[in-house]
T-cell receptor, first 112, second 117 residues
Framework: LAKTTQPISMDSYEGQEVNITCSHN???????ITWYQQFPSQGPRFIIQ???TKVTNEVASLFIPADRKSSTLSLPRVSLSDTAVYYC?????????????FGKGTTLSVSS | GAVVSQHPSRVICKSGTSVKIECRSL??????MFWYRQFPKKSLMLMAT?????????EQGVEKDKFLINHASLTLSTLTVTSAHPEDSSFYICSASHPGPTNEKLFFGSGTQLSVL
């Protein structure tokens, strides 16, 4: 499984856009990139998933360059409630029974 | 989205006792479920893969006799921490693999905080 590298922590203020970049140099052809959010004492929550180019949903955008060796999660106009740990994971979602291996994640702290 | 229910959310037990944690997929059938363990301010660590009707596959370093996993039905997997000791105190999280063509394939439970006294 491809290893991912993210910044350990990031700080931001309310209303700002936050971009968290993840590198995954050994991503395989069938791998997708998935981002999860985790609050303390809770299970991870799915944010967004993509394969290439750009994906956008109601909470975030995911930018993936052509070589797919990295990806950037973009959170528009963060609020205090976005303070959490964000995990970038790569894997083949079509491989039934394949676990997701979590890296260290990025702790995002949003201040007022 | 699909829901995975984990119970209990918090348990305190005495050293030497056993604790069972349940993980249920409420609105889908999950052939495969996964158990993770998380220490404070650390990432999730995969403990084992639970397959319905067969023996679980444990990650290296995880004692299968200590962490008993049973996946007797397509909607329920259980993790039993046997003869618990204080070092087993941790946050345990399950996830279930959704079989459908959804963007989100793995759904996570809300976790169980185990404290062994």
């Amino acid at each position: 499984l491809a290893k991912t590298t993210q910044p350990i922590s990031m700080d931001s203020y309310e209303g700002q856009e936050v971009n968290i970049t993840c590198s995954h140099n050994n991503i395989a052809t069938n791998d997708y990139i998935t981002w999860y959010q985790q609050f303390p004492s809770q299970g991870p929550r799915f944010i967004i998933q993509g394969y290439k180019t750009k994906v956008t949903n109601e909470v975030a955008s995911l930018f993936i360059p052509a070589d797919r060796k990295s990806s950037t999660l973009s959170l528009p106009r963060v609020s205090l409630s976005d303070t959490a740990v964000y995990y970038c994971l790569v894997g083949d979602p079509n491989q039934a029974g394949t676990a997701l291996i979590f890296g260290k994640g990025t702790t995002l702290s949003v201040s007022s | 989205g699909a829901v995975v229910s984990q119970h209990p959310s918090r348990v305190i037990c005495k050293s030497g006792t056993s604790v069972k944690i349940e993980c249920r997929s409420l609105d889908f059938q999950a052939t495969t479920m996964f158990w993770y363990r998380q220490f404070p301010k650390k990432s999730l660590m995969l403990m084992a893969t639970s397959n319905e009707g067969s023996k679980a596959t444990y990650e290296q370093g995880v004692e299968k006799d200590k962490f008993l996993i049973n996946h007797a039905s397509l909607t329920l997997s259980t993790l039993t921490v046997t003869s618990a000791h204080p070092e087993d105190s941790s946050f345990y999280i399950c996830s279930a693999s959704h079989p459908g063509p959804t963007n989100e394939k793995l759904f996570f439970g809300s976790g169980t905080q185990l404290s062994v006294l």
